[in-house]
């Protein structure tokens, strides 16, 4: 019997790790009926290189204006994608969207901190809640037990830098204070979205992609982001309800909170 296809939505679509995981999960051979590449400006030149890799894969690539800073934008995008996916649902909602800003703690502003947690945290709680009814329709739909990224699944990118217990080996390299708050933060949201919709049968699970060299990454990033979107999605496709609230990183190694 062959696999259910599965819709697929993507935050952050059109650079760095967001683009790299479009290109991936297009080409994988997991049976896909529709990916939506979210980004802010999806006509601007900053989503030159989506838009042309969406035009190679019109029946499947659905570029969509999303501004996860902005809730009416969130909520215009999740009508959308109601229409289109109908009672078959999301099954995978994946949150990578985010902003860093390296500053230590004597130079965070007020306003620094306010932008990181609106981009990193507030804009993935409010995906959250305006895309839960389409999860619950995917994980209805799926009509067998268990929880997987093929039936209903939100994965939110989070770091290394989020873990308390790892601080004093990273800290004096990039200190990022208002980015590893709200990516600990994001952790945290997740681990109360696993509480409180456990018998919905939605998986969450936080992934580190490692240091990449990407725009936000930087040059000096130990891998690229070819080999930490591959690891990523292996990991994706491997995760079951075991894995539930798990942390971990590209590799599938658990990170320590």
Same mark, same amino acid.
């Given at each position: 019997?062959?696999?259910?296809?599965?819709?697929?939505?993507?935050?952050?679509?059109?650079?760095?790790?967001?683009?790299?995981?479009?290109?991936?999960?297009?080409?994988?051979?997991?049976?896909?009926?529709?990916?939506?590449?979210?980004?802010?400006?999806?006509?601007?030149?900053?989503?030159?290189?989506?838009?042309?890799?969406?035009?190679?894969?019109?029946?499947?690539?659905?570029?969509?204006?999303?501004?996860?800073?902005?809730?009416?934008?969130?909520?215009?995008?999740?009508?959308?994608?109601?229409?289109?996916?109908?009672?078959?649902?999301?099954?995978?909602?994946?949150?990578?969207?985010?902003?860093?800003?390296?500053?230590?703690?004597?130079?965070?502003?007020?306003?620094?901190?306010?932008?990181?947690?609106?981009?990193?945290?507030?804009?993935? *709680?409010?995906? !959250?809640? $305006?895309?839960?009814?389409?999860?619950?329709?995917?994980? %209805?739909?799926?009509?067998? +037990?268990?929880?997987?990224?093929?039936?209903?699944?939100?994965?939110?990118?989070?770091?290394?830098?989020?873990?308390?217990?790892?601080?004093?080996?990273?800290?004096?390299?990039?200190?990022?204070?208002?980015?590893?708050?709200?990516?600990?933060?994001?952790?945290?949201?997740?681990?109360?979205?696993?509480?409180?919709?456990?018998?919905?049968?939605?998986?969450?699970?936080?992934?580190?992609?490692?240091?990449?060299?990407?725009?936000?990454?930087?040059?000096?990033?130990?891998?690229?982001?070819?080999?930490?979107?591959?690891?990523?999605?292996?990991? *994706?496709?491997? !995760?079951? $309800?075991?894995?539930?609230?798990?942390?971990?990183?590209? %590799?599938?190694?658990?990170? +320590?909170?």
């Amino acid at each position: 019997m062959a696999a259910p296809s599965v819709s697929v939505l993507i935050t952050g679509a059109n650079r760095g790790l967001g683009l790299e995981m479009v290109k991936q999960i297009v080409e994988a051979p997991r049976p896909l009926r529709t990916l939506f590449a979210c980004c802010r400006d999806p006509d601007g030149p900053r989503a030159e290189a989506l838009q042309t890799l969406a035009k190679k894969h019109p029946d499947i690539i659905s570029v969509v204006r999303l501004d996860v800073d902005d809730l009416c934008s969130i909520k215009q995008c999740a009508q959308h994608v109601g229409s289109l996916v109908g009672t078959g649902g999301l099954n995978l909602l994946i949150n990578n969207a985010g902003v860093l800003i390296r500053n230590t703690l004597q130079e965070t502003s007020p306003e620094e901190m306010q932008k990181t947690f609106n981009t990193n945290v507030i804009g993935p *709680m409010s995906i !959250l809640q $305006e895309f839960l009814p389409h999860l619950r329709s995917a994980a %209805k739909a799926c009509g067998t +037990p268990g929880m997987s990224t093929s039936k209903a699944a939100v994965v939110n990118i989070s770091s290394t830098l989020a873990s308390m217990q790892r601080i004093q080996q990273t800290y004096e390299f990039t200190p990022a204070v208002s980015y590893r708050i709200s990516k600990a933060a994001l952790n945290m949201l997740t681990m109360c979205a696993v509480e409180e919709l456990r018998k919905d049968e939605i998986l969450f699970s936080l992934l580190h992609p490692g240091w990449v060299r990407t725009e936000m990454g930087g040059e000096d990033g130990d891998i690229e982001a070819q080999e930490s979107v591959l690891g990523m999605c292996d990991v *994706m496709a491997s !995760l079951t $309800e075991k894995q539930n609230g798990a942390f971990l990183d590209y %590799k599938g190694n658990p990170i +320590p909170w």
